[in-house]
């Protein structure tokens, strides 16, 4: 088993920044893909960016360029740095892990959920 818990989140204003962490806990690996996913009001839950096994980094197309994801296996934390900031970027976000070197359709480790808020 895994155990994630997100910090960071917030209500902000466009064009404003902010940094999600995540402290996994539990049988973490460095073979596994971490990642971010968010699911706004009334919609599907989304993948937005991940870290793979092998170091690589992939990210949703609406995000590039302004989200950053990274990851410190020796303290087993994973963040998403936020920049620029939009309305459309309101979502609850979710840090997950996967037994897997790269995110699958549905990782098998969720977190509790961040609110991220950004006001126009």
């Known amino acids: 088993q895994v155990q994630l818990v997100e910090s960071g989140g917030g209500l902000v204003q466009a064009g404003d920044s902010l940094r999600l962490s995540c402290a996994a806990s539990?049988?973490?690996?460095?073979?596994?893909?971490m990642g971010w996913f968010r699911q706004a009001a009334g919609q599907e839950r989304a993948f937005v960016a991940e870290t793979r096994s092998g170091g690589s980094t992939h990210y949703t197309n609406s995000v590039k360029g302004r989200f950053t994801i990274s990851r410190d296996n020796a303290k087993n934390m994973i963040y998403l740095q936020m920049n620029s900031l939009k309305p459309e970027d309101t979502a609850v976000y979710y840090c997950?892990?996967?037994?897997?070197?790269?995110?699958?359709?549905?990782?098998?480790?969720w977190g509790q959920g961040i609110q991220v808020t950004v006001s126009s």
């Open positions: 997950v892990v996967d037994e897997n070197p790269y995110l699958r359709q549905s990782p098998k480790y």
């Open positions: 539990g049988r973490t690996s460095s073979s596994h893909a």
